[in-house]
């Protein structure tokens, strides 16, 4: 019976069997991006809701409901995810329907809203079609605004009969304390890089080693980045990085200022992390492709100064979001950085 999980999840999953019939009405799936948690949640589901699952609990993908599930059409299944979510996935499938955008900007929401939440009130009020269980997956759960997760609150304090939510998240330190509570939580970690580098080469990723080093060792994630169109836009920055300048700082932030901000301030965290590792212990981790530039780099920083810069990085990644200007945002983030070297 084939699963649509990956290697490294199958103790995960065996640890998740062992609950047996002692299931949870919530479940809070953690762990870092890029390792495959929507797949395990999603598959976790369509495992709750098969009429013949196997002695392993894996769904058997043959039934009414399976077909169903497959299909997005589980009359006691909902996905409840950012609007932005629907629309990079309807943007890859020309037969999709098209996402509704958002009342207030006409642009899909990178949050879940209260609307979404309210919307599973008459799902969970009405009779299961098939007299069992109905399920509701939600992710990333840090996407809720604070009406929306307070909502989902009232949900999970009172929860209907046979209703099992599946939470995803990538950071617990995002979600509201109330819900963390009310939720069974489970890790889902990162593989191990050997498990990684197979996966990765069994996809046909050259580099496999230095697109994982790249992701802080998140399969799926050096997967995306190695067949992304974003890889020369992250060579150009690695680029000026390793020769800082104030001149080339200006460039690259009016060529990048259409970029998604969040992932260029993560590219320079990375770099930042192994300029400071490499002063305190000789390693590097993110970008050892890079290491002669970073040796040489890390000896002219003071360690004060890289440490300011590190923080104030780390608080513009904060609100990199809704940057009220992008390309000021990125002058102001390299310039910093740049006169680390001065």
């Known amino acids: 019976m084939s699963n649509p999980l990956f290697s490294w999840q199958a103790d995960a999953w065996s640890q998740l069997q062992a609950l ?3 299931l949870p009405h919530a479940f809070l799936l953690y762990g870092p991006i890029g390792t ?9 589901a369509q495992s709750l809701l098969c009429e013949q699952p196997g002695a392993d609990g894996h769904a058997c993908q043959q039934c009414a409901s399976c077909g169903w599930f497959s299909q997005y059409s589980h009359p006691d299944y909902r996905r409840v995810r950012p609007e932005l979510l629907d629309e990079e996935e309807a943007s890859n499938d020309p037969e999709a329907e098209p996402v509704p ?3 207030k900007s006409g642009k899909p929401s990178k949050e879940i809203v209260i609307n979404q939440i309210r919307a599973l009130a008459d799902f969970m009020n009405i009779s299961t079609h098939r007299q069992g269980r109905r399920v509701i997956v ?14 989902l609150l009232k949900s999970l304090e009172e929860p209907n009969p046979n209703t099992v939510f599946i939470l995803v998240s990538n950071s617990l330190d995002k979600l509201l304390p109330t819900i963390l509570s009310r939720c069974h939580k489970f890790p889902l970690g990162m593989p191990a890089q050997d498990q990684s580098l197979q996966w990765l080469q069994s996809q046909g990723v050259s580099d496999a080693d230095m697109w994982l080093a790249q992701q802080g060792g998140a399969p799926l994630a050096a997967f995306d980045m190695a067949k992304s169109e974003l890889r020369g836009e992250l060579e150009d920055f690695l680029r000026q990085l390793s020769k800082p300048a104030a001149d080339g700082s200006l460039k690259i932030a009016d060529k990048m200022q259409k970029m998604d901000m969040p992932v260029t301030v993560a590219w320079l965290q990375r770099w930042l992390y192994d300029l400071f590792s490499y002063k305190q212990s000789g390693r590097i981790r993110y970008y050892p492709r890079y290491e002669k530039e970073l040796k040489a780099l890390a000896m002219r920083a003071d360690s004060d100064e890289l440490l300011k810069v590190i923080k104030n990085t780390n608080e513009r990644q904060a609100i990199s979001s809704h940057p009220l200007s992008a390309k000021l945002f990125l002058e102001d983030m390299l310039l910093e950085y740049s006169a680390l070297f001065e």
Do not use: M
């Not at 939600?138 to 909502?151: G, I, K, M």
């Open 20 to 22: 047996g019939t002692r």
């Open 138 to 151: 939600l992710y990333p759960a840090e996407a809720l605004n604070v009406p929306a997760a307070n909502a």
């Open 36 to 44: 495959g948690k929507t797949v395990f949640a999603e598959h976790l």
């Open 101 to 103: 955008k958002s009342a």
